[in-house]
């Protein structure tokens, strides 16, 4: 009977253990899954800022001024998303 017990404590163990591993690369998939996505909003921000200053640049017909504007529209457009 004392066997049976101690398998059994055995394989409760085992179990955690595993559940533990489990719970762990979760954690790290997760973590990187957010890393990425922070870096995909860096991108995103940047990628409109430079379409805003491109834009402002054209329509105030080649005025570094209407670049910022349009940069600085564009980095706030990104910010709202």
Do not use: C, H
Not at 18 to 28: E, H
Not at 40 to 61: L, P, W
Request: proline share 1%.
């Amino acid at each position: 009977m004392g066997y049976g017990l101690l398998q059994a404590g055995m394989e409760n163990r085992d179990q955690a253990m595993n559940a533990m591993s489990q719970v762990a690369q979760m954690d790290k998939q997760r973590t990187a899954t957010n890393d990425a996505m922070k870096q995909q909003k860096k991108a995103s921000a940047v990628s409109s800022a430079a379409s805003g200053a491109a834009m402002g640049f054209m329509m105030s017909g080649g005025n570094p001024i209407g670049a910022l504007i349009g940069g600085g529209i564009g980095l706030l457009g990104s910010s709202m998303l």
